[in-house]
T-cell receptor, first 110, second 118 residues
């Protein structure tokens, strides 16, 4: 079982819609969770971090964490063409190293 | 805040040569830096963890004699690809923990270095 698994893409959504990205992790002791956005040919850019169960909102992005279910998600509201990218879920089990999911590619159709 | 730079941004070299990549934290001290490699359409692969003033810790399968890492200060880590071969062509990305700026488990990534070995 992979440490971090993301729903397979690509995910295509119309402009203005909500994009929903899911991620599950295997290490129940994980305490830190991150979503990164990576444009093609570029390095990852931190979007959100979340540490407690529940929702965390930042602009059009909402991260949701459920440690009991070992599940973390990212919602992108009012999706824009500029949101088209690969979204990486990352979990920090220990020693500050991150375990990354394979990523979900999102395409926002104008 | 939390800006990480890398130099060079891209490099083309001949097979057998060595290439050095620098990673700098510009506005914070980074006690720990990480080096990743990413092949096209694949996710990030952690190569090694670098701590200031100590030897790097390499992930399984990564040759430490081929990928030399030096973390000489709290703001600079270097990765040297020795005797590079075409199969080493990849996108190399460093990241740093933001020591002293909130949580230390958040990694900020540099812009990456694209290496092409002919």
């Amino acid at each position: 079982q992979k440490e971090v698994e993301q729903n397979s893409g690509p995910l295509s959504v119309p402009e203005g819609a909500i994009a929903s990205l899911n991620c599950t992790y295997s290490d129940r002791g994980s305490q830190s969770f991150f979503w990164y956005r990576q444009y093609s040919g570029k390095s990852p850019e931190l979007i959100m971090s979340i540490y407690s169960n529940g929702d965390k909102e930042d602009g059009r992005f909402t991260a949701q964490l459920n440690k009991a279910s070992q599940y973390v998600s990212l919602l992108i509201r009012d999706s824009q063409p500029s949101d088209s990218a690969t979204y990486l879920c990352a979990v920090c089990p220990n020693d500050y190293k991150l375990s990354f999911g394979a990523g979900t590619t999102v395409t926002v159709r104008a | 805040g939390a800006v990480v730079s890398q130099h060079p941004s891209w490099v083309i070299c001949k097979s057998g040569t060595s290439v050095k990549i620098e990673c700098r934290s510009l506005d914070f001290q980074a006690t720990t830096m990480f080096w990743y490699r990413q092949f096209p359409k694949q996710s990030l692969m952690l190569m090694a963890t670098s701590n200031e003033g100590s030897k790097a810790t390499y992930e399984q399968g990564v040759e430490k004699d081929k990928f030399l890492i030096n973390h000489a200060s709290l703001t600079l880590s270097t990765l040297t690809v020795t005797s590079a071969h075409p199969e080493d062509s990849s996108f190399y990305i460093c990241s740093a923990n933001s020591f002293g700026q909130g949580r230390t488990d958040t990694q900020y990534f540099g812009p990456g270095t694209r290496l092409t070995v002919l």
